[in-house]
């Protein structure tokens, strides 16, 4: 007889163990999915600051002269799984014009933003924006670690 309940209670045990793991593979399949629409929420988040970006330095009524409106992001680029359309809608005299920047990923996910960008004015090319002596990042590293290691000595 208790052997009886020996294999009740081990098939008993089993079939818990069995519903525990199919909860545990359930939950990390669905934080896996998360994690990957996360990945594709910050790609399309930085694909439309890029866009909206390069229409702001360029200026709304040039922008379609020297880039295309529609197509899809460059093979080898971060957003190579991503497809843009940029409507731009000029605001006339004194307004600035709608830029509507749409991002789509092949997954079949849609991002969207409007804003609003001024024209640009006046005749002045573009600045030169690049620095007036070279930027030596290990230098300021060194220079920070420095700061860092005398402030956890001296206290």
Known sequence: ??????????????????????????????AMNLVRRGEIDVLAAHAIDEILASVL?????????????????????????????????QGGSGVPAL?????????????IIETYIAEKRGE??????TPLEPIDREARYAEIEAARESAQASP
């Not at 089993?14 to 199919?22: E, H, K, Q, S, T």
């Open 1 to 30: 007889m208790r052997r009886g309940f020996a294999l009740m209670d081990a098939v008993i045990a089993g079939v818990l163990l069995a519903i525990g793991m199919i909860a545990v593979l359930s939950v990390g399949g669905q």
């Open 57 to 89: 330095t360029e200026g709304p009524v040039e922008y379609g002269d020297i880039h295309p409106l529609a197509g899809h992001f460059e093979s080898g680029t971060p957003y190579e799984a991503f497809s843009f359309v940029i409507e731009i809608e």
């Open 99 to 111: 830029v509507r920047a749409t991002v789509s990923h092949d997954g079949g996910r849609e991002y």
């Open 124 to 129: 002045e090319p573009d600045p030169i924006r």
